[in-house]
T-cell receptor
């Protein structure tokens, strides 16, 4: 079965700094979702990547999908307190989303 | 706001009891998925319903069951509760069952089993 591993598990970043979160799959990635979760709450959709090499941006968040490496990265530029939360990557190998364990992001003022 | 609501927000039960959690999907969304999220972990897929029929199931025992209704609401029922069932339960709705459809999550129900 396919597994997703996220790194790092947690990250403390000074406000204004850039950061990158990675999601690595144990099998070929045909597509990937990124979601954000505030502690103990539901997940908010960020973006979906469907093709190898695809890159999408929304405000200060950019995600890329590297099919060959079976990996996706999420990059945040000039981090803000509103970026704090848990970032989760998900893939759907067979009509059921599987998830990484999440990366907890803390923004230091 | 995703337009997906869940009730109750929090629930405390004792071992052996039964519980019903409810979800109201976005109008027009024919697919609802349920997930269990233990503290510090990613969500685990429980099952998915498409047009009132189970469309896929994760690695959960039969005491986890569900229903989907024509009015875009759904239920997750758990019988014979165990301590390990304590978790955040999330439902997510999507327009179709295609993987490329975005899933919209509710805020979750926090279940504590004592």
């Amino acid at each position: 079965s396919q597994e997703l591993e996220q790194s790092p598990q947690s990250l403390i970043v000074q406000e204004g700094k850039n950061l990158t979160i990675n999601c690595t799959s144990s099998k070929t990635l045909y597509g990937l979702y990124w979601y954000k979760q505030k502690y103990g709450e539901g997940l908010i959709f960020l973006m979906m990547l469907q093709k190898g090499g695809e890159e999408k941006s929304h405000e200060k968040i950019t995600a890329k999908l590297d099919e060959k490496k079976q990996q996706s990265s999420l990059h945040i530029t000039a981090s803000q307190p509103s970026h704090a939360g848990i970032y989760l990557c998900g893939a759907d190998p067979n009509y059921q989303l599987i998830w990484g364990a999440g990366t907890k992001l803390i923004i230091k003022p | 706001e995703t337009g997906v609501t869940q009730s109750p927000t929090h629930l405390i039960k004792t071992r052996g009891q039964q519980v019903t959690l409810r979800c109201s999907s976005q109008s027009g969304h024919n697919t609802v998925s349920w997930y269990q999220q233990a503290l510090g972990q990613g969500p685990q897929f429980i099952f998915q319903y498409y047009r009132e029929e189970e469309n896929g199931r994760g690695n959960f025992p039969p005491r986890f069951s569900g229903l989907q209704f024509p009015n875009y609401s759904s239920e997750l029922n758990v019988n014979a509760l165990e301590l390990d069932d304590s978790a955040l339960y999330l439902c997510a709705s999507s327009l179709t069952r295609e993987w490329s459809d975005t899933q919209y999550f509710g805020p979750g129900t926090r279940l504590t089993v004592l």
